[in-house]
């Protein structure tokens, strides 16, 4: 339905609408379709071969000029938004102009303004004319270093984007944005943005904090009342060094985790994400009772937590669909912590989890399902514990010491999919009758799979121990690359029905893993 909807939708704006390039010079503003002219040009896209804007003073009904990822686009004239007053809609994301010109202020109809990856090194002081502006994206903006105060005269902005800029100080002024529901790259700065004044923005849903190692903590709990947050990100900067990731001293440390604990969000919230936190212990909010103090989260990403031992309890919490743990440098063993209580009674432990993901665990040598209850110690307990019961897909990645995958894995009768790579002590995959589908990479140890009988397509890679199978009796596709003892596997391969592809040198011949999905 949506291929019929947009050809209905091109049919509609032929006549008003053009993408140029510069092979139809000849026809410059025609539609290319038909080659008939388009006298009232509303819409205009321009493709990555043009360098320069033509003229457009006469097309006066024009509303939005589209230029995506146009390297060869440098600069525009500083009289051109003279001529241009009514446009709606400017986009000119990753070309590589590197001023814009005062005369954007001209633009005072102007609802969105996207200069993301673009070279600007500053924008003019008549940014605070644009009084119609909703939408700001300075994403990726590498050489901005400031905002003009200016800035903070636009009330109608719905959503700005500060993110992976090099930016120096944020003005003060955002509680003013009362309209505001999306603000990302926000952090605090001397005479600056403070923290307090999230507490005055009443609409805002999806928030990301960065640079908290240098925030100042508060005694007010300034997210407690965004009943509208649906998505939280919270961000220290870290060093790539080892030294450099750990360069707190401890009085920094107490500082940086007071600054989390006043950050606890409202229980609207339905995606975290904790990216270099250098504290010893995650927030008070998602160690303790996160099922009462986030009820609703269905998504949590905890991304180089480098001094955290222990993982919050995630199994007890009721919506979540998605865990990752990358990068947590103090984690050597996972257990009973993250499955947590479960919920209800008899307790399910990650009721509704889908995905999860473990992703440069450096330091992981053991991992265990094993709840700590007294009834998982007997056989026939009665009533039964439910264990990860929707889990489809699990993700192991570059976790060298991990030697073996929890036993009660082969409970979880859901989880069809599996990716373990860069796991160097682990020997075998065993015992996993749902899975069915499996890729192995770069796991210098792992000898045998057995015993995964729904198994249908296996996908190895540089795994020269490589040379078990045993009871891979739905076995459909196999693709091995650069694995050494192929002909070994091989032979222990059902005789009939099974497709071997094997190539060597690094050649990539596996499927693209979204047939699968």
Not at 203 to 226: C, F, H, M, Y
Not at 321 to 333: F, P, Y
Not at 431 to 444: R, S
Request: with cysteine.
């Amino acid at each position: 339905m949506h291929d019929l909807l947009r050809s209905l939708g091109q049919h509609l704006t032929k006549d008003h609408s053009l993408f140029m390039n510069v092979k139809h010079d000849h026809s410059l503003f025609m539609n290319v379709e038909n080659n008939r002219a388009v006298p009232n040009l509303r819409r205009l896209g321009i493709s990555s071969v043009v360098e320069e804007l033509p003229a457009l003073e006469e097309h006066k009904s024009l509303r939005t000029l589209l230029l995506f990822d146009n390297k060869n686009f440098k600069s525009v004239h500083d009289d051109i938004f003279r001529k241009l007053q009514h446009i709606r809609v400017l986009v000119l994301r990753g070309t590589s102009i590197q001023n814009i010109p005062e005369s954007v202020g001209n633009l005072v109809l102007l609802r969105l303004l996207d200069l993301s990856y673009t070279k600007i090194n500053k924008l003019p002081e008549s940014i605070g004319n644009l009084i119609s502006l909703e939408y700001l994206s300075l994403l990726g903006c590498c050489e901005l270093h400031s905002l003009p105060a200016t800035l903070m005269r636009l009330s109608n902005i719905s959503f700005l984007e500060l993110d992976q800029i090099a930016l120096h100080h944020v003005p003060k002024g955002i509680a003013k944005f009362q309209l505001l529901y999306n603000l990302r790259g926000v952090f605090e700065s001397e005479n600056g943005f403070k923290l307090d004044e999230l507490r005055w923005l009443p609409n805002i849903q999806r928030l990301w904090i960065n640079k908290l190692e240098k925030a100042t903590p508060g005694d007010e709990l300034v997210l407690k009342n965004s009943h509208n947050l649906r998505e939280l990100g919270l961000q220290c900067i870290m060093g790539v060094t080892t030294h450099d990731r750990t360069r707190y001293e401890a009085n920094e440390l107490e500082r940086i985790q007071q600054v989390y604990a006043m950050l606890i969000p409202a229980p609207s919230l339905e995606y975290i994400f904790l990216l270099g936190f250098p504290g010893t212990m995650f927030p008070e909010w998602l160690r303790l009772e996160p099922e009462l103090n986030i009820p609703s989260l269905h998504h949590i990403e905890l991304d180089d937590c480098i001094s955290c031992s222990e993982v919050p309890p995630a199994g007890q919490m009721p919506q979540l669909q998605a865990l990752k743990i990358q990068g947590a440098d103090a984690v050597e063993t996972i257990g009973a912590e993250l499955l947590g209580k479960g919920v209800g009674s008899p307790p399910v432990f990650f009721p509704k989890l889908e995905l999860l993901r473990f992703i440069r665990m450096w330091n992981l040598q053991s991992w265990s399902l094993k709840t700590g209850n007294p009834c998982d110690n007997m056989e026939h307990n009665s009533p039964q514990l439910s264990l990860m019961p929707e889990l489809m897909r699990l993700l192991l990645v570059d976790c060298p010491r991990l030697k073996a995958l929890p036993a009660d894995l082969s409970k979880i009768v859901n989880l069809k999919r599996i990716h373990i790579e860069g796991a160097h002590k682990l020997e075998e995959v065993v015992d996993l009758p749902a899975v069915v589908w499996l890729k192995v990479k770069n796991n210098g140890c792992l000898r045998r799979i057995s015993n995964l009988c729904k198994l249908q397509d296996l996908l190895a890679q540089d795994c020269p121990m490589l040379d078990h199978a045993e009871n891979l009796c739905w076995l459909k596709r196999v693709y091995m690359i650069d694995c050494l003892r192929t002909k070994e596997f091989r032979n222990c391969l059902p005789g009939e029905g099974v497709l071997v592809h094997v190539t060597t040198d690094g050649h990539n011949i596996f499927p693209a893993e979204t047939v699968y999905n």
